[in-house]
């Protein structure tokens, strides 16, 4: 009789914390399903926005430096500071490459920004029903090594959703074991404890993932970017209108900068006294 009071004690306890567990876990995939899906659309309308107005949006930026450059290299030169004038050229030439980078690099990522089939989405609750189970920081508290392989694996997860990366996603729902050792990681055990602290711990694991993504939707929701998403799929055509918009108003705008960029530099000419093709 001694040796079973505690399992009888300990097993409603159990049973209940499993209870709420699995509900906390059905609701954080729940979440995860709406916040991978809407993220998805958004980020498609956003992809072909990218892909129309692109390189206008990159003349535009180009002209601004150029403005900007050659109005701080005329500063200098009427102030009389040549090393001034030199520094805003090596400014202009750093700022030039990174901003090029920047769209070399929005390019690749907008690529591979397409909405998810239906047949994706449809996938996406059975996928998150399985990757919510591996949300348990605290399960390796007293590990190091195991602990900094939690946290590059949550934020595998994290990254592919919000690159609405369904690739990855699935194959870490798949096989968690095999995708942390395609990465050289420490490997970790996901098995479900018994103990009433792990469980406890666990629940409130899910519930602050459970307030991040709340978070996290409602601020995709109240974002303009969403908000013209919504707007695209209702009205037929309004995209179009909108890339024709922007595209007249993105021309005007490079002209006006065009012209000043000319200007500008032929105020430098005359203070040079000298034609350098930098200028032209």
Not at 26 to 51: C, G, N, P, W
Not at 62 to 70: A, E, G, Q
Not at 145 to 174: F, M, V
Request: hydrophobic share 35%; with cysteine.
């Amino acid at each position: 009789m001694k040796t079973s009071t505690p399992a009888v004690y300990a097993t409603p306890e159990l049973t209940e914390l499993r209870r709420l567990v699995a509900s906390e876990r059905a609701r954080l995939a729940e979440l995860e399903t709406d916040y991978t899906k809407e993220k998805s659309r958004v980020d498609a309308i956003q992809a072909i926005l990218f892909r129309r107005l692109g390189e206008h949006y990159q003349k535009r930026d180009r002209l601004r430096l150029v403005v900007d450059y050659r109005t701080n290299y005329l500063d200098a030169l009427v102030r009389g500071r040549r090393e001034d004038a030199k520094q805003a050229e090596e400014t202009y030439k750093q700022a030039r490459t990174q901003t090029d980078k920047d769209y070399e690099e929005m390019a690749a990522d907008m690529a591979g920004k397409e909405q998810l089939t239906a047949q994706e989405e449809a996938e996406l609750t059975q996928l998150w029903k399985k990757l919510v189970k591996l949300y348990h920081p605290d399960r390796f508290a007293n590990e190091p090594d195991k602990l900094e392989t939690y946290h590059k694996l949550t934020a595998a997860i994290n990254q592919a959703k919000d690159a609405g990366n369904i690739k990855i996603l699935r194959e870490i729902a798949e096989d968690p074991h095999g995708f942390i050792l395609r990465q050289g990681w420490m490997s970790l055990d996901f098995s479900d404890e018994v103990e009433v602290a792990q469980l406890q711990r666990l629940r409130e694991t899910l519930q602050m993932e459970i307030t991040a993504i709340i978070e996290s939707l409602k601020r995709l929701r109240g974002s303009p970017d969403y908000e013209l998403c919504r707007i695209s799929e209702q009205t037929p055509g309004m995209l179009d209108d909108l890339v024709t918009e922007r595209k007249k108003l993105l021309e005007n705008e490079s002209a006006e900068l065009e012209a000043q960029a000319c200007r500008l530099a032929d105020e430098i000419k005359k203070l040079n006294g000298e034609e350098s093709s930098q200028f032209n």
